[in-house]
């Protein structure tokens, strides 16, 4: 299983919308993606409940792994969104 690390480019971390918008991407992905933050129990990417119980904030280092056919491609783009500002990109 693929792994990787990203650091979170959004000002107010992985709240509200930023973590809606990250989800859903997950969701769509077509691949199982966890993220993790420090030694935190890793949780399902593309539940925004499970993504909210990190309590992830601007500038935290979180690992993504990826299980599935596309599990590279996948964690490529997550790696990209979860580094953008997600809050800005929102309301573009």
Do not use: C, W, Y
């Not at 993504?51 to 490529?76: I, K, P, R, W, Y």
């Amino acid at each position: 299983m693929p792994s990787t690390t990203a650091v979170v480019g959004s000002p107010s971390g992985l709240h509200a919308r930023p973590a809606s918008l990250f989800s859903q991407a997950a969701a769509k992905s077509g691949a199982r993606i966890t993220i993790q933050k420090n030694d935190s129990a890793a949780v399902n990417a593309a539940s925004i409940l499970g993504l909210l119980t990190l309590g992830v904030q601007f500038g935290d280092e979180v690992t993504l792994s990826a299980e599935g056919d596309n599990a590279e491609a996948a964690l490529a783009e997550m790696v990209q969104l979860l580094s953008s500002n997600l809050d800005e990109d929102a309301s573009a």
